[in-house]
């Protein structure tokens, strides 16, 4: 990071997912950020800069509580339908609702920036689950006026994930090779230009909501200097 950039105190959400574990490694490398990692279950995570909250995800007190100090907020959250055991609504109540939570919080609480992973397509109105539910969160943060809202909307990522999704495997090897055909932000993207575009928007100065797809995420990853 641009080492005149104010330092800021941070709180990541999805620390331990493909994105979050990213941005830990770029934040905890960098003497600009206090780093809040707020999650369920403990991490193996060192550094003078580090602050680990354990917490209920599911009552909006804790999450209120680790945010008391932050400035920006990441939340690259998420779950999937083999996680649930194709129980929907525990999916709607982790991804809407602990990101709702957080949204709230962040507007009690005044804090500057809210930086959310969502999703190419993301439409209230869709027929699928996914996307609708993706569509469905983007509102509620939006509606809420927030100081400054990012919302990044990538495809499939590209990356070594801790966890085995067997489907997403074979999409990883399949879809970049046909790729050039595809409209550009259906393109699949590396999770580390998601979390670089994270970190320079963390960096940069915006008001209001603005939402950033595949090519606005590779110019903002681009950016990036650590």
């Known amino acids: 990071m641009d080492k005149n950039s104010k330092k800021n105190e941070v709180a990541v959400f999805g620390a331990t997912g493909l994105i979050g574990s990213i941005l830990i490694k770029y934040l905890n490398n960098s003497q600009n950020s206090k780093i809040n990692l707020v999650l369920r279950s403990p991490v193996d995570l060192k550094g003078e800069n580090v602050k680990i909250h354990?917490?209920?995800?599911?009552?909006?007190?804790?999450?209120?509580?680790?945010?008391?100090?932050?400035?920006?907020?990441?939340?690259?959250i998420g779950t999937t339908l083999s996680k649930v055991k194709g129980n929907k609504d525990k999916y709607?109540?982790?991804?809407?609702g602990i990101t709702k939570d957080i949204a709230d919080s962040c507007k009690e609480l005044g804090i500057d920036k809210l930086i959310l992973v969502s999703s190419s397509g993301a439409n209230l109105k869709s027929k699928s689950f996914y996307l609708n539910l993706k569509g469905s969160i983007e509102?509620?943060?939006?509606?809420?006026?927030?100081?400054?809202?990012?919302?990044?909307?990538?495809?499939l990522l590209l990356g070594k994930r801790n966890e085995k999704r067997f489907v997403e495997k074979l999409a990883q090897i399949a879809i970049p090779k046909i790729s050039f055909f595809m409209p550009s932000k259906y393109k699949a993207i590396k999770a580390e230009t998601v979390a670089k575009a994270m970190l320079q928007l963390s960096i940069t100065e915006s008001k209001g909501v603005k939402i950033f797809h595949y090519k606005e995420i590779i110019d903002l990853s681009d950016k990036f200097k650590i």
């Open 54 to 76: 354990k917490i209920d995800l599911f009552k909006k007190s804790e999450i209120l509580h680790s945010l008391n100090t932050s400035k920006v907020v990441f939340v690259a």
């Open 92 to 96: 709607r109540r982790i991804d809407f």
């Open 139 to 155: 509102k509620y943060v939006t509606d809420l006026n927030l100081k400054s809202v990012s919302i990044l909307r990538p495809s």
